[in-house]
Protein backbone atom coordinates (compact mmCIF):
# COMPACT_ATOMS: atom_id res chain seq x y z
CA UNK A 1 0.00 0.00 0.00
CA UNK A 2 0.96 3.94 -0.60
CA UNK A 3 2.11 5.16 2.77
CA UNK A 4 -0.24 8.26 1.96
CA UNK A 5 -3.28 5.76 1.06
CA UNK A 6 -2.73 4.10 4.64
CA UNK A 7 -2.41 7.45 6.26
CA UNK A 8 -5.85 8.85 4.61
CA UNK A 9 -7.76 5.17 4.84
CA UNK A 10 -6.55 4.43 8.59
CA UNK A 11 -8.81 5.19 10.95
CA UNK A 12 -9.51 3.77 14.83
CA UNK A 13 -10.76 0.63 15.49
CA UNK A 14 -12.99 0.10 19.03
CA UNK A 15 -14.40 -3.30 18.74
CA UNK A 16 -12.51 -6.54 17.92
CA UNK A 17 -12.75 -9.82 17.12
CA UNK A 18 -9.42 -11.34 18.48
CA UNK A 19 -6.21 -10.14 19.41
CA UNK A 20 -2.99 -10.98 17.57
CA UNK A 21 -0.24 -13.26 18.74
CA UNK A 22 3.62 -11.69 19.55
CA UNK A 23 4.68 -12.45 15.95
CA UNK A 24 2.42 -10.12 14.48
CA UNK A 25 2.80 -7.63 16.82
CA UNK A 26 6.52 -7.50 16.55
CA UNK A 27 6.79 -6.08 13.15
CA UNK A 28 4.81 -3.32 13.99
CA UNK A 29 6.70 -2.49 17.11
CA UNK A 30 9.57 -2.83 15.15
CA UNK A 31 7.74 -0.48 12.53
CA UNK A 32 6.88 1.73 15.35
CA UNK A 33 10.73 2.12 16.68
CA UNK A 34 11.76 3.73 13.10
CA UNK A 35 9.95 6.94 14.67
CA UNK A 36 12.29 9.69 14.40
CA UNK A 37 13.45 10.74 18.18
CA UNK A 38 15.91 13.36 18.96
CA UNK A 39 20.00 12.61 20.31
CA UNK A 40 19.23 9.24 19.33
CA UNK A 41 17.81 8.58 22.67
CA UNK A 42 15.02 6.12 21.65
CA UNK A 43 12.76 6.94 24.43
CA UNK A 44 10.21 3.88 24.52
CA UNK A 45 9.50 0.49 25.90
CA UNK A 46 6.83 -1.83 25.40
CA UNK A 47 4.71 -3.83 28.23
CA UNK A 48 2.73 -6.44 26.65
CA UNK A 49 -0.89 -7.81 27.95
CA UNK A 50 -1.99 -10.65 25.50
CA UNK A 51 -3.88 -13.34 27.72
CA UNK A 52 -6.94 -14.00 29.90
CA UNK A 53 -4.37 -14.45 32.63
CA UNK A 54 -2.92 -11.13 32.03
CA UNK A 55 -5.70 -9.22 31.66
CA UNK A 56 -6.95 -10.62 35.34
CA UNK A 57 -3.51 -9.51 36.41
CA UNK A 58 -4.48 -5.92 35.04
CA UNK A 59 -7.79 -5.77 36.03
CA UNK A 60 -7.01 -6.74 39.37
CA UNK A 61 -4.29 -4.26 39.93
CA UNK A 62 -6.63 -1.31 38.98
CA UNK A 63 -9.73 -3.13 41.18
CA UNK A 64 -6.52 -3.06 44.16
CA UNK A 65 -6.04 0.47 43.43
CA UNK A 66 -10.07 1.34 43.55
CA UNK A 67 -9.69 2.29 40.21
CA UNK A 68 -12.15 0.10 38.31
CA UNK A 69 -12.04 0.30 34.70
CA UNK A 70 -15.29 -0.57 33.32
CA UNK A 71 -14.18 -1.55 29.57
CA UNK A 72 -11.42 -3.98 30.90
CA UNK A 73 -13.72 -5.75 33.25
CA UNK A 74 -16.19 -5.91 30.03
CA UNK A 75 -13.32 -7.85 28.23
CA UNK A 76 -12.90 -10.36 31.18
CA UNK A 77 -17.14 -10.57 31.11
CA UNK A 78 -17.12 -11.54 27.12
CA UNK A 79 -13.61 -12.64 27.19
CA UNK A 80 -12.41 -11.04 24.73
CA UNK A 81 -9.24 -10.21 24.81
CA UNK A 82 -7.32 -7.90 21.60
CA UNK A 83 -3.64 -7.44 22.37
CA UNK A 84 -2.78 -4.82 24.54
CA UNK A 85 0.50 -2.49 24.62
CA UNK A 86 1.37 -0.47 26.93
CA UNK A 87 3.92 2.48 25.62
CA UNK A 88 6.27 3.98 27.80
CA UNK A 89 8.57 6.70 28.36
CA UNK A 90 11.48 7.49 30.71
CA UNK A 91 10.71 11.33 31.71
CA UNK A 92 14.18 13.19 31.05
CA UNK A 93 14.80 15.19 33.72
CA UNK A 94 15.64 18.32 31.39
CA UNK A 95 11.94 20.00 29.96
CA UNK A 96 13.21 20.03 26.51
CA UNK A 97 14.28 16.66 26.11
CA UNK A 98 11.10 15.77 27.87
CA UNK A 99 8.72 17.36 24.79
CA UNK A 100 10.93 16.15 22.54
CA UNK A 101 10.52 12.52 23.66
CA UNK A 102 7.27 13.01 23.77
CA UNK A 103 6.81 14.04 20.33
CA UNK A 104 8.64 11.22 19.43
CA UNK A 105 6.11 9.24 21.03
CA UNK A 106 3.26 10.48 18.80
CA UNK A 107 5.22 9.24 15.64
CA UNK A 108 5.99 6.02 17.26
CA UNK A 109 2.52 5.11 18.01
CA UNK A 110 1.58 6.57 14.22
CA UNK A 111 3.78 3.94 12.74
CA UNK A 112 2.35 1.41 14.95
CA UNK A 113 -0.69 1.99 14.18
CA UNK A 114 -0.02 2.19 10.08
CA UNK A 115 1.92 -0.62 9.71
CA UNK A 116 -0.83 -2.39 11.48
CA UNK A 117 -3.77 -1.07 9.22
CA UNK A 118 -1.33 -2.41 5.94
CA UNK A 119 -1.73 -6.01 7.99
CA UNK A 120 -5.21 -5.70 9.05
CA UNK A 121 -4.92 -4.94 12.22
CA UNK A 122 -6.87 -2.91 14.13
CA UNK A 123 -6.00 -0.45 16.60
CA UNK A 124 -7.14 2.16 19.57
CA UNK A 125 -5.00 4.40 21.25
CA UNK A 126 -6.02 4.83 24.57
CA UNK A 127 -5.28 7.07 27.21
CA UNK A 128 -8.27 7.52 29.39
CA UNK A 129 -6.97 4.39 31.66
CA UNK A 130 -3.83 6.25 32.68
CA UNK A 131 -3.48 5.65 36.69
CA UNK A 132 -0.28 6.35 37.91
CA UNK A 133 -0.75 4.38 41.32
CA UNK A 134 -1.57 1.12 38.72
CA UNK A 135 1.84 1.45 36.99
CA UNK A 136 3.84 0.59 39.39
CA UNK A 137 2.33 -3.01 39.66
CA UNK A 138 3.54 -3.39 36.01
CA UNK A 139 7.45 -2.25 36.86
CA UNK A 140 6.58 1.17 35.71
CA UNK A 141 9.14 3.22 37.90
CA UNK A 142 8.49 6.93 38.99
CA UNK A 143 10.65 8.30 36.53
CA UNK A 144 8.81 6.95 33.54
CA UNK A 145 5.22 7.78 31.97
CA UNK A 146 2.67 5.67 30.09
CA UNK A 147 2.30 7.99 27.01
CA UNK A 148 -0.51 5.15 25.69
CA UNK A 149 -2.68 1.88 25.84
CA UNK A 150 -2.79 0.39 22.52
CA UNK A 151 -5.46 -1.96 22.05
CA UNK A 152 -4.91 -4.18 18.67
CA UNK A 153 -6.81 -6.99 17.40
CA UNK A 154 -8.73 -8.42 14.03
CA UNK A 155 -11.78 -6.54 13.52
CA UNK A 156 -15.22 -6.58 10.81
CA UNK A 157 -15.90 -4.29 8.89
CA UNK A 158 -19.15 -3.53 11.43
CA UNK A 159 -16.72 -1.75 13.44
CA UNK A 160 -15.53 0.94 11.15
CA UNK A 161 -16.47 4.15 10.73
CA UNK A 162 -18.19 5.66 7.80
CA UNK A 163 -18.36 9.29 9.52
CA UNK A 164 -14.54 10.07 9.48
CA UNK A 165 -14.41 14.04 8.36
CA UNK A 166 -11.24 16.19 8.51
CA UNK A 167 -11.81 19.99 8.12
CA UNK A 168 -10.97 21.47 5.10
CA UNK A 169 -6.77 21.93 5.28
CA UNK A 170 -7.19 25.41 3.48
CA UNK A 171 -8.62 26.45 6.96
CA UNK A 172 -5.74 25.71 8.77
CA UNK A 173 -2.99 27.51 6.35
CA UNK A 174 -1.81 30.62 6.82
CA UNK A 175 0.52 31.27 3.57
CA UNK A 176 3.11 34.24 3.88
CA UNK A 177 4.70 35.19 1.02
CA UNK A 178 2.58 34.36 -1.73
C1 LIG B 1 -3.01 11.27 22.26
C2 LIG B 1 -4.27 10.52 21.92
C3 LIG B 1 -5.04 10.00 22.93
C4 LIG B 1 -6.21 9.28 22.64
N1 LIG B 1 -6.92 8.76 23.67
C5 LIG B 1 -8.06 8.05 23.39
C6 LIG B 1 -8.81 7.50 24.46
O1 LIG B 1 -8.46 7.63 25.63
N2 LIG B 1 -9.91 6.78 24.15
C7 LIG B 1 -10.31 6.59 22.85
O2 LIG B 1 -11.33 5.95 22.62
N3 LIG B 1 -9.60 7.11 21.81
C8 LIG B 1 -8.50 7.84 22.05
N4 LIG B 1 -7.74 8.34 21.02
C9 LIG B 1 -8.15 8.07 19.62
C10 LIG B 1 -8.86 9.27 19.03
O3 LIG B 1 -10.12 9.42 19.65
C11 LIG B 1 -9.01 9.07 17.51
O4 LIG B 1 -7.73 9.10 16.93
C12 LIG B 1 -9.89 10.16 16.91
O5 LIG B 1 -11.23 9.92 17.20
C13 LIG B 1 -9.75 10.28 15.41
O6 LIG B 1 -10.15 9.09 14.78
P1 LIG B 1 -9.22 8.31 13.75
O7 LIG B 1 -8.03 7.80 14.53
O8 LIG B 1 -10.09 7.23 13.21
O9 LIG B 1 -8.79 9.29 12.70
C14 LIG B 1 -6.61 9.09 21.28
C15 LIG B 1 -5.80 9.61 20.26
C16 LIG B 1 -4.66 10.32 20.57
C17 LIG B 1 -3.80 10.87 19.44
Excluded at 34 to 63: C, M, V
Excluded at 65 to 83: C, D, N
Excluded at 101 to 119: F, K, P, R, V
Aim: net charge neutral; no cysteine.
Amino acid sequence: METKYTIRHRETIRKFRSGITTEQLLPLLEAGIWAPNHGKREPWRFIIFNTESAYQKLTHAYRESGATIPYFEKMLEEKEFPTLVVVVLPRNPEAKKYREDLLAHGSLIQNIQLAAWEEGIGVVWKTNFLRPSVQKTFGINEDEEVTGFLLLGTFSAQAQDSNRERQPLVEKLTIIGE
